[in-house]
């Protein structure tokens, strides 16, 4: 596997787990109590990472099948990856598509932690099966941003995440 797309995997996973040891003080129904109607629970926000991260992996599941008919990042694809991080450290808000809404209902906070490291088993996975030329093809396709290396994509879900951690402090602060 590639050294940098092992180590900025390898933070993902530390933060994942760093996340979940926080959480469990809280109980499932604290994790699930939503601050207002309109607003997403913890666990909620957990399952849209989850969702993100899983669509992801059934995009870049299907396009490893053939690594040859992908191009390597160009520079329209940084200036797109330049973009998504400008949104999400500006904390610009956004309505999540709709196919990465949550819709999980109820979780208990084992189900949750279970699922999302399945789900980062598997890219894994993946992952380790490309060498460095691959890594660098557009095999990742982000939903508003559209197609760009595997790097930005594993920087994406640390970004992704690092925004949404604050969602959870700020909604459990509120429900508890």
Do not use: C
């Not at 994942?16 to 926000?45: G, M, Q, T, Y």
């Not at 999400?88 to 990465?100: L, S």
Request: net charge positive; charged share 30%.
């Amino acid at each position: 596997m590639n050294v940098q797309l092992q180590k900025q995997f390898n933070q993902l996973e530390e933060d994942r787990k760093k996340l979940f040891n926080e959480l469990k003080s809280h109980s499932d129904d604290v994790i699930n109590k939503k601050p207002s109607p309109e607003k997403w629970s913890a666990a909620e926000v957990i399952a849209h990472l989850i969702t993100a991260e899983e669509m992801s992996l059934k995009y870049l599941s299907k396009k490893i099948r053939d690594t040859s008919k992908e191009n390597s990042e160009g520079f329209k694809h940084k200036y797109r990856w330049l973009l998504v991080q400008i949104v999400f450290n500006f904390n610009i808000k956004f309505k999540a598509p709709e196919i990465v809404e949550p819709k999980m209902g109820y979780q208990s906070l084992a189900n949750l932690e279970a699922k999302w490291s399945d789900v980062r088993n598997q890219t894994l996975q993946i992952l380790q099966k490309l060498n460095d030329a691959e890594v660098n093809k557009t095999l990742w396709k982000h939903a508003l941003a559209g197609k760009m290396n595997l790097h930005h994509m594993v920087q994406f879900f640390g970004v992704h995440y690092n925004r949404h951690k604050k969602q959870i402090e700020r909604t459990l602060e509120a429900v508890t």
